[in-house]
């Protein structure tokens, strides 16, 4: 067990400094940065862009203490004020409740800094810091983290030589008052649709009803991909999918989860499902299919009757485990160029997967998520729940699967944080309590080596 009055020093020491780490998250915020070791490039709208870099960084090396590595980014989804922000999203708001609020608070800056934010809170409370630290910080998650499994897997006897375990918070609790420990993500395959026809953008008065539309045949593929209660109607997807448990399913009845909450996350009561339970099983252990968006279509305010001669639709399935993303992206190519080629269309279409990564389940009961949830019982004065999630982070499985090493996610922040969407949010008690966290948590890592 960590030493309580250590602890107690350095928990006092962040409460001291949190006005101060504050405005450390709005410095980062207000770094724009969606989209120093080299990745290489990458093909975005035909032009040959560099990757932005991975920052490997090491503090202590001390051969007595154990090495944990720590996963973040520091890029963020785009982010305009016009699209229904109540405040500038690059320039950090903190609202009468105490919510920081700004692209990338909780998402993931705001744990990228709480990791910066622990070392300094250890140097200025005179605390000798427990473990060995490296880090590993991407600039390409937003974009399914391109170039960083080739870093992984040739830095795997180099650079993170010696980790003996890995620590990832870019996740969230399941709700918005009790802390949780994942150890299991949703994979992805994440799909373009491109239907050409015409040969530039034509008038719909001129040449409506005698030419064949991108944009109908596209609405029709979409239609045929999933209903309106979310069954994916692509034949095949759900056949390696384990049959759900009786013993499984009671896994479920204990963990802590409002409906309440979920829906004011959601902004609606919109939910498929009424009960907590299938609600879960939905949002982790079973695919989903979601239909993203289109490129090529006008979309500014006001009328304008252009036939779109090109139109690109996207979407992504989520991948439970036993689900290979080859052999789902053969049985969506499959699928779609067949029920095309039933519109009798003269256009032309294009499928292709832009990535995709496996599901990735994690063992709850290594140490390393032993000394996380001591360290959540220390901060929060509350055991953990124990979570899977419907997300996705694949460098976790290639982290995993390469360095042969615990992979644990540590959330900082709440369910309702809005990650993606307009006003995310980090609580400022979240943030606080999770600077707390993370060097408890490396506190009880060294308690651990210690016993």
Known sequence: MADPAVLKTYFDTVDNLQDYYVERLKEAVAIKSYELADLGTHVMDGKTLKLPPAILGTYGNDQNKKTILVYGHYDVQPALIEDGWSSDPFELHETSKHQLIGRGASDDKGPVIGWLNAIEAHQKAGIEFPVNLKFCFEGMEECGSEGMDELVVREAKRYFTGVDAVCISDNYWLGVTKPCLTYG????????ITISGPGRDLHSGVFGGTVHEPMTDLFLLFSKLVSPSGDILIPGINDNVEPLTEEENKIYESIEFSMNEYHDAIGSKTTIYEDKIKTLQHRWRFPSLTIHGIEGAFSAPGTKTVLPAKITGKFSIRLVPNMEPDRINALVEKFLTE????????????????????????????WNYVAAAKAIEKVFKVHPDYTREGGSIPITLTFQDALNKNVLLLPMGRGDDGAHSINEKLDRSNYIEGIKLFGAYLHEIAAIKAE
């Not at 994979?187 to 373009?192: A, E, L, V």
């Open 185 to 192: 993500l949703r994979g992805i395959s994440y799909f373009k």
């Open 339 to 366: 029920e095309f080629a039933k519109l009798g269309s003269k256009n032309t279409l294009n499928v292709g997967c832009v990535h995709g990564a496996k599901a990735w389940v994690s063992s709850p009961n290594h």
